[in-house]
């Protein structure tokens, strides 16, 4: 009985506080953008459909405590295949009465009770699921690491994370793709392999990058060809839009306007509902320049601030948990978050490639939105679980 005590009463109330201020500070955004969003929006109530997301996602995480984090091994397999499923129904298109397309992506599902749903989006969690729990047996198993095993351990790593990576890149996807490709390094990176044998695949990377270019130098028509036929042409375009947006207006007049924007808010900002600059879809991917433009360099400086804190705080609960597999779990998380607020803020002052990616807790997007709540849950769960003992 007190241990149960114990375990309700062990909560990051700090953590859980830096989330309420992103959602208060995510609802009251989005209903300062409302007014100038274009008229085929309007009755869509963004910010009372926000604020129900979050109301939905609090509950999720109310959910997801109270199971022990260790029971969701048994049924990471179950939810991975979920995942796949629904990555293949976009794949193939089928049945086609429930897939939506939108901005020439396939990356939506429509459900006759759910509404919309991005698989993608849910797919992070259930890649994090399994990789920690591929990580977890793979080092119970082999307890005397070698090269040998370690590069097991990547394969493995690589069949679990490869088939989602493809199927989300071909949506196409890039944002998606580098999300979960985040969250697979940063977990390897804490898996215990040796850095000899990570370095190692890195080059291998790099050397192949630098054949596919004197490819291209060699024979320019044929691998030209190639590169424009495939999903590289969807990369190249938001390449060429970062580099040099004005001369590809197509790719980069998102970019330039998020630079006027942000620039235009100066120090202290215009104020409440003061836009002169106009972005479209500024309530998704591009939030962070209505924040920037309202509230200026300070506003944005608080935001970007209560992000670091919700790493930092990830990072403790990960370093104090006594169990590999709930470190596993909060490592993934923190790959997720960090390489999506770094990305979208990135991209937003021309640091990054646009990828259309959301701002975790402040985007607006319903499951976008419950993904981020539920992984605050899976980390407030190995806190909650996680003991403290006066002899290791």
Excluded: C
Excluded at 95 to 106: F, K, L, R
Excluded at 163 to 173: E, K, S
Excluded at 277 to 294: K, L, N, S
């Amino acid at each position: 009985m007190n241990q149960s005590n114990q375990t309700k009463l062990n909560l990051d109330s700090t953590l859980i506080f830096i989330v309420i201020l992103l959602g208060v500070i995510s609802v009251f955004t989005i209903y300062s953008i409302e007014p100038t969003l274009p008229a085929k929006y309007e009755g869509y109530h963004f910010p009372i459909k926000q604020a129900v997301w979050y109301v939905l996602g609090g509950i999720a995480v109310i959910f997801v405590m109270l199971i022990d984090y260790d029971r969701f091994r048994q049924i990471t397999w179950w939810l991975y295949g979920l995942g796949m499923v629904l990555l293949l129904i976009l794949f193939f298109n089928f049945p086609s009465s429930i897939v939506y397309e939108a901005n020439n992506a396939v990356s939506w599902i429509k459900f006759p009770v759910l509404g919309t749903i991005q698989p993608a989006e849910i797919m992070k969690i259930f890649l994090v699921l399994a990789i920690a729990d591929v990580i977890t047996r793979h080092n119970h198993k082999y307890v005397n690491r070698t090269v040998h095993s370690d590069l097991g351990l990547l394969v493995k790593i690589a069949i679990v994370s490869l088939p989602p990576m493809g199927l989300i890149a071909v949506q196409p996807d890039l944002g998606g793709f580098l999300v979960l490709a985040a969250i697979a390094s940063a977990m390897i990176l804490v898996s215990g392999i040796r850095w000899r044998v990570i370095f190692s695949i890195i080059g291998v990377g790099i050397g192949s990058l630098a054949v596919l270019f004197v490819a291209y130098k060699l024979f320019p028509g044929s691998i030209g060809t190639f590169l424009d036929e495939s999903v590289f042409n969807h990369v190249a375009s938001r390449f060429y839009g970062w580099i040099d947006p004005e001369k590809y207006p197509d790719s980069g007049f998102q970019l330039v306007y998020a630079m006027l924007a942000i620039g235009s808010g100066q120090l202290f900002g215009k104020g409440l509902h003061t836009f002169e600059v106009y972005i479209p879809e500024r309530h998704t991917d591009m939030i962070f320049t209505a924040i920037a433009e309202q509230f200026g360099f300070i506003g944005a400086s608080v935001v970007i601030t209560l992000f670091f804190l919700l790493i930092y705080r990830m990072i403790h609960i990960g370093i104090q948990s006594n169990d590999s597999y709930g470190s596993y779990l909060v490592t993934g998380l923190i790959g997720m978050f960090t390489y999506q607020i770094v990305q979208n803020i990135g991209m937003s002052i021309q640091l990054l490639p646009i990828t259309g990616l959301p701002l975790p807790f402040l985007s607006y997007g319903g499951t976008s939105t419950l993904t981020y709540l539920i992984a605050i849950g899976i980390v407030l769960n190995v806190h909650s679980r996680t003991r403290t003992f006066m002899f290791d």
